[in-house]
């Protein structure tokens, strides 16, 4: 298996797994912290993280544990904040929703809706008034477009050609409500038209696609400072928060739903592989021994660790 393939599946693997391990444990009740997970999502994540540098930064949202993973975050550090505890990556202070490991270039996550992508555009005037040859990433789902603070920080993009890719990943719900009851075309590059923002849709769970792609746009604003919108199409495969299904609720249609388990990403990618010859189930099997190893390290550390200290409930509160 070519190194870039490798690298590309176990960044794949590690994401589905970890969720997969996440999504149990929240079940088995020895989780108490919301989980948003990205299932069905994680190409997304590692076909644009791949292409960046350790000091290219990434902010995100709510659904942050792929893009937290895929830019390189620790994820004994992830585990401990999922359980509460002092070894996480905010101490056991922020939970799932507010992920970050700034010493590989994930900055911050944040859970109410668009509220990531000025501070993210923030970041890329920074950069351009250092001088840095970086790029930033913000990710965030289609219902973020509906506030009113991504024209503002689109606009503000645009106008001062800022190192930015704006990357939607459109999973078709604001929780339960459909993209169609929502917008007038689910095409929403066509807003970054009206902001004079150079953009591409295409498929979400495409991975080498999306890696291949994404490439071309972050080389192009790396040699020519400019703000990109990448339309990503996927779906996620479980409940919008917590590890369940939720379609008795009758919100998304079965055919609908199996259609997009039929496009997922992981099995996308390994039939990608097979088409080029490179799938060596002895590899694979490698590949996922050593990714088991480090997650039932990780979740053994987690639960093991110690709870923040009480007397310190107001340390970080501003006053």
């Known amino acids: 298996m070519k190194s870039l393939y490798k690298n590309l599946f176990s960044s794949l693997l590690k994401l589905r797994m970890t969720e997969n391990e996440i999504a149990k444990k929240y079940s088995?009740?020895?989780?108490?912290?919301?989980?948003?997970?990205?299932?069905?999502?994680?190409?997304?994540?590692?076909?644009?993280?791949?292409?960046?540098?350790?000091?290219?930064?990434?902010?995100?949202?709510?659904?942050?544990?792929?893009?937290?993973?895929?830019?390189?975050?620790?994820?004994?550090?992830?585990?401990?904040?999922?359980?509460?505890?002092?070894?996480?990556?905010?101490?056991?202070?922020?939970?799932?929703?507010?992920?970050?490991?700034?010493?590989?270039?994930?900055?911050?996550?944040?859970?109410?809706?668009?509220?990531?992508?000025?501070?993210?555009?923030?970041?890329?005037?920074?950069?351009?008034?250092?001088?840095?040859?970086?790029?930033?990433?913000?990710?965030?789902?289609?219902?973020?477009?509906?506030?009113?603070?991504?024209?503002?920080?689109?606009?503000?993009?645009?106008?001062?050609?800022?190192?930015?890719?704006?990357?939607?990943?459109?999973?078709?719900?604001?929780?339960?409500?459909?993209?169609?009851?929502?917008?007038?075309?689910?095409?929403?590059?066509?807003?970054?038209?009206?902001?004079?923002?150079?953009?591409?849709?295409?498929?979400?769970?495409?991975?080498?696609?999306?890696?291949?792609?994404?490439?071309?746009i972050i080389q192009q604003i790396k040699k020519k400072p400019e703000p990109f919108f990448l339309q990503l199409d996927t779906y996620r495969h479980v409940e919008h928060c917590g590890p369940n299904s939720d379609d008795n609720l009758n919100y998304r249609g079965k055919s609908e739903l199996n259609n997009w388990l039929k496009d997922d990403p992981l099995e996308n990618f390994i039939k990608f592989l097979k088409g080029e010859n490179e799938y060596d189930q002895k590899i694979v099997n490698e590949i996922n021994d050593k990714i088991m190893i480090e997650i039932n390290s990780a979740f053994k550390f987690a639960k093991n660790d110690k709870f923040p200290n009480p007397a310190s409930i107001k340390k970080f509160v501003y006053a």
């Open 28 to 216: 088995e009740q020895e989780m108490r912290c919301p989980v948003h997970l990205s299932i069905g999502q994680e190409a997304a994540a590692v076909g644009v993280c791949s292409n960046l540098e350790l000091q290219d930064q990434v902010y995100s949202t709510h659904r942050c544990h792929s893009h937290y993973l895929a830019k390189g975050g620790d994820l004994r550090s992830m585990i401990s904040e999922l359980y509460g505890k002092r070894s996480g990556c905010c101490g056991g202070r922020g939970g799932s929703m507010h992920l970050m490991d700034p010493s590989v270039g994930m900055m911050l996550s944040l859970p109410i809706v668009a509220s990531i992508i000025p501070i993210a555009v923030g970041a890329a005037l920074s950069l351009k008034l250092k001088k840095k040859k970086n790029v930033i990433s913000v990710f965030f789902g289609d219902a973020a477009v509906e506030e009113g603070v991504f024209h503002e920080s689109a606009n503000f993009a645009s106008l001062n050609k800022l190192p930015i890719v704006f990357v939607c990943e459109n999973n078709k719900y604001s929780c339960f409500t459909k993209i169609n009851e929502r917008q007038p075309s689910e095409d929403i590059t066509r807003l970054a038209k009206c902001h004079n923002i150079s953009n591409l849709r295409m498929n979400g769970n495409n991975l080498i696609n999306v890696y291949e792609k994404s490439k071309m």
